[in-house]
């Protein structure tokens, strides 16, 4: 028999997919792959330590007492607090009642933008800007604007940020410690960028998710220090980084409580809260001294030791980082470019590194992770250096 009528038309096209997906980059997925055991990885972005015992023993006891339901949107008010009180080792005052814990940092700069943005509306981004704030923008159907920092230290170039700036421009991503750069924007740095957002009535979206891996005096800055930060800072970090816990995705934003009011209304249509039993274990960890230091420091010393080589490598300029545990290097004296060096690297040299040119602004540049161990630190730069000298 035939096929009865309104049966599906199996060669019938499907309706289209989000417009803006297609812009949407994959980042520095293409290179981190894990390779073989023979290659020495400068490429994760995640602190080589366990998460300290004691916030893994207390996540272990919140599920013992069986604290598995539904809790809060925005996060206990205890984590809140703890929150809070947290960010004020930092200079800043946010109430706990508009502090919004979500399921990881990334997620938290993904909150902010869709509280402050509508499609069209246009993001300064210091260039070059790690790559998922580009992808999260264009999801959106914001407008990311590249505006490249300078050279010589990775820094806000002030003049290029100003001529930026059109009728269009709703907000400033503002990132230090840096990643990928390493750079920490200086406190006169920041008040400049405060003054210039005031000045265009801009948002600021402040990552400071690497505020507790600073190697510079002068530490990190919120922009709500300064006259007319407060009120349209949108401050956002999480436990990743400086407590090693980046698979346990616990991030925050604090904000003035008509922004929050918006983000608690994303985060509640989005993932409602995140897993109940992680909170005792999130405000665990920001009670911890000892084991955050211990981490810092010993970041400290790898900056140290990978500046040190990284610096002798003919055809190659870096800066010396200022925090996080990035390294961006200038390559172009090598006479390749980004990605010729990045696979040559991994082919010839057995050593995995992040092309500068999968983020706008980065052509030219490699990035290089050093949470990794000492012994791969100068193991890795050891071939780099073999493998360069040789092809002179």
Known sequence: MGSAQGTTNRGASLPRLNSNINRVGTGFAAFL???GPEVIRFTVGQPDFDTPGKVVESAKASLDRGETAYTRTQGS???????????????????????VVAPGCKQAVLYAMMATLDPGDEVLLLAPA???????????GAVPVHVPVKRDNYHPDFVALEAAITSKTKAIMVNSPNNPTGAVYRPDEVEQLVALAV???????????????????????????FPGGKERTLT?????????????????????TEVANAVKKVNASAATHVATFLMPAA????????????????????RDVIYDLLDSLPGITVPKPEGAFYALCDISGTGMTDIEFANRALEE???????????????????ISYATSMDNIKEGVRRLKLWLEGLR
């Open 77 to 99: 008010p205890e984590l809140c607090q703890a929150v809070s009180e947290h960010l004020t080792k930092h200079k800043i005052q946010i109430d706990a009642n508009n502090i």
């Open 349 to 367: 040299a057995k050593v995995q590194l992040i092309p500068g040119s999968l983020m706008q602004g980065g052509e030219g540049f490699i990035r």
């Open 33 to 35: 792959s894990p390779p």
């Open 283 to 302: 405000i665990t960890a920001l009670s911890l001294e000892e084991e955050t230091q211990m981490m810092a420091d010993s970041f400290k010393n790898r």
């Open 199 to 225: 000045k265009h009535d801009l948002w600021i979206i402040d990552d400071m998710i690497y505020a507790t891996l600073v190697w510079e005096d002068y530490g990190y800055t919120s922009p709500t220090q």
């Open 130 to 140: 790690w790559p998922s704030y580009d992808g999260m923008l264009k999801m959106i």
């Open 236 to 256: 956002i970090g999480g436990w990743s980084k400086g407590w090693a816990m980046t698979g346990w995705r616990l991030g925050w934003i604090g904000c003035s």
